[in-house]
RNA sequence: GCGGGUAUCGCAUAAUGGUAGUGCAUGAGCUUCCCAAGCUUAUGGCGAGGGUUCGAUUCCCUCUACCCGCUCCA
């Protein structure tokens, strides 16, 4: 991960861009916002949709093995017992007020000492703070060291404006009571903790119009889990086989922390996932007596049947980078990031996250997850519902198999979750698990790949964002602001403009050119201003292609260049003399 | 949630305890106008709520939002 160089101003232009010309706005302004949320003005809304259905076309539209899916935001609360969001954050959590960090309630180890208190500190730089600091001087600490620490954390916490933690000066300093076994005390920091609070990032809503606490449910935090949810009902009415994907792009929800970065992190948000299920490394050794293994150049265009979930894996990897290419995020601008053991949630084989460079630093777009198949084993035990598929191939491979090859399988297997101490089967659950696979039946592993619309969208439009310096003849120079969307994406395709409004067969003209193209393009008709003007406006929000209507189209220079127009190239400003009957094939090419 | 900062037409900014100004943008008009041209003209603003005051955009308090640093990020 590369730490870009961070550029607050540059961030503070794209806002005011997206604002002032209609991208995206903040949510309910005119009554003094309301955190983390936004909303997309006009063209805001055209580019996320074209964001969007770029990614619908390329992930289902495109392939034969994956399906959409549109589920509802709200479901059965018991998804999120089963998927593990509830128990996660439903913990009383206690916070350090020295720094901040959270502990749950119950995991407070009991220590002994003296606790301190401070009445604020100081520093050199003209920093203060009137705020009470109460500490624990633990039995054995030397006084020095201790403060020592305590500035450290205030440091940390005041940020620049403090300036050096050993300059800071800690005042009214005395000591408040000697404490045994005290679980009021942050167990790494020493800083005295707050009330215990309940903590949960999910939106709780209640489901029905009682709203007693028997209908609480939440506003989904991720999509995914509907997709494992109906997992059975599309593989029963599809026809389709492993390995296939389910798609689907939808809201999610979170009561994050700290929204920031603009629309960055938000409370409430668009993703677009995919969970493709593919077969259980062990059934592809089966039928095929071996599973691909990676290496570096290895082909991964076009998946094959001997591939296990690290080949998978490394496939949509390579497969979303090659979608982001196609809307105009270079490589150059993206990254990866390979998730290490210690990062990894348990029940996860590998995550790659895929960054991308925005002013305030290189920030995550998507995550691939190899996540095995905790997911639909845990709907699995939680609804009772079997979550398999029937694996032909499988069951008359395994047929072949003699007992001792079974009951080598069998150990092996058993062999495998003991290692995993904690974290693996029960044994009881391994054998019937190996029951179940002889006769061809498993629960799917599943690659996902999750990515966020907004995210997404406030990437492309931060790394489309150019300002240069335009010099005129006379020496004025100015700023001019420039869009490099993809046109592809781009919210509006083409402007059109006759060269004066005061005459008005120039404006038919292009009104006529206007009717014809917005059959097949999003337009913009534009006769205020001068034309240098109106080709600024649209070079603003992105449009990659402007057409003129002028005299000539009108036949004043001969028929010759009678109804012919001039397109204007948005990058570079060339400038070509187009039949307006061959304009709608000349700018589809240019746009698909 | 903590600390720091910011809040003046759509955007960017100025000044002020006594009728809030400018540039850009926007609307209307004139102009054979191909890269933010010119001229005329118009619309539009002190984040919200309290307090001090004869009078508050300005001083004080509270709230809200945004930005930065921590923290969080299934």
Redesign the pocket.
């Given at each position: 991960m590369s730490a870009a160089t961070?550029e607050?101003l540059l961030?503070?232009k794209i806002?005011?861009l997206c604002?002032?010309r209609g991208f995206i706005f903040?949510s309910s302004e005119i009554y003094?916002?309301?955190?983390?949320?936004w909303d997309y003005g006009p063209l805001g809304a055209e580019l996320k949709r074209n964001l969007r259905d770029a990614w619908w076309r390329t992930m289902t539209r495109d392939r034969d093995d994956v399906l959409g899916l549109d589920a509802s935001i709200l479901m059965n609360p018991a998804i999120w017992k089963a998927s593990?969001?509830v128990d996660?954050?439903a913990d009383l959590m206690r916070?350090c007020t020295l720094?901040?960090?959270?502990v749950r309630a119950d995991h407070v180890d009991p220590q002994s000492g003296t606790a301190m208190r401070f009445s604020g500190a100081e520093s050199p730089t003209g920093?203060?703070?009137a705020?009470v600091i109460e500490a624990l001087l633990k039995n054995g600490e030397h006084i020095e060291s201790f403060r020592k620490r305590v500035r450290a954390f205030i440091a940390?916490?005041?940020?620049?404006?403090?300036g050096a933690a050993e300059l800071i000066v800690l005042l009214g300093e005395e000591k408040i009571e000697v404490v045994e076994d005290s679980v009021d005390f942050h167990p790494e920091t020493g800083g005295r903790l707050n009330e215990a609070r309940p903590f949960n990032?999910?939106l709780r809503t209640f489901l029905g119009p009682t709203a007693t606490e028997a209908d609480v449910t939440y506003l989904r935090?991720?999509t995914a889990q509907a997709i494992f949810a109906q997992f059975k009902n599309v593989l029963d009415s599809s026809r389709i086989k492993v390995p296939f994907g389910i798609c689907q792009i939808g809201k999610a929800f979170?009561?994050?922390?700290?929204?920031?970065?603009?629309t960055f992190?938000s409370r409430e948000f668009e993703q677009m996932e995919l969970e493709f299920f593919i077969k259980p490394d062990e059934a592809i050794e089966a039928v095929h007596g071996r599973v691909a293994v990676y290496a570096e150049g290895v082909d991964l265009s076009v998946p094959q049947d001997d591939w296990g979930w690290e080949m998978w894996h490394r496939y949509w990897v390579d497969q979303r980078t090659k979608f982001y290419n196609g809307i105009g995020l270079s490589t150059d601008v993206l990254d990866y990031h390979w998730q290490t053991k210690e990062e990894l949630?348990h029940y996860a084989r590998a995550c790659v996250d895929i960054l991308c460079q925005f002013p305030?630093?290189t920030e995550e777009l998507e995550g691939i997850a190899a996540r095995g198949d905790f997911d639909l084993s845990a709907h699995q035990k939680h609804s009772g519902k079997p979550q398999e598929f029937f694996d032909e191939p499988l069951k008359m491979a395994v047929a072949a198999w003699d007992d001792a090859r079974r009951s080598a399988f069998v150990e092996k297997k058993l062999a495998e979750q003991r290692d995993k101490g904690a974290q693996g089967l029960p044994e009881e659950e391994t054998r019937h698990w190996c029951e179940r696979f002889f006769k061809g039946n498993y629960v799917p592993h599943v690659i996902e790949p999750s990515a966020g619309l907004d995210r997404l969208a406030l990437a492309i439009l931060c790394t489309a964002f150019c300002e240069e310096v335009?010099t005129?003849d006379k020496g004025k120079s100015?700023t001019?602001?420039v869009l490099r969307l993809h046109p592809r994406v781009a919210p509006i395709k083409v402007g059109i403009f006759p060269?004066?409004?005061?005459?008005p067969e120039l404006v038919a003209k292009a009104r006529e050119v206007h009717a014809l193209l917005r059959k097949s393009m999003v337009c913009f008709y534009d006769e205020?201003?001068?034309?240098?003007?109106r080709?600024?406006?649209q070079?603003?929000v992105g449009t990659p292609f402007g057409v003129?209507?002028?005299?000539?189209t009108l036949g004043?220079q001969g028929p010759e260049l009678q109804d012919t127009?001039?397109v204007?190239?948005r990058d570079g400003?060339?400038?070509h003399r187009i039949k307006i009957s061959d304009l709608p094939a000349w700018l589809a090419q240019r746009l698909a």
């Open positions: 961070k607050p961030m503070e806002v005011s604002k002032r903040q003094g916002g309301c955190g983390g949320v593990g969001h996660t954050f916070e720094t901040n960090k959270r920093w203060k703070s705020r940390q916490n005041a940020g620049e404006s403090a990032l999910m935090p991720e979170r009561n994050e922390v700290t929204p920031k970065n603009f992190r949630a305030f630093g335009k005129d100015e001019i602001t060269l004066l409004k005061n005459k205020t201003a001068s034309i240098g003007r080709y600024a406006r070079d603003e003129t209507v002028d005299f000539e004043e127009v001039t204007r190239e400003g060339a400038q």
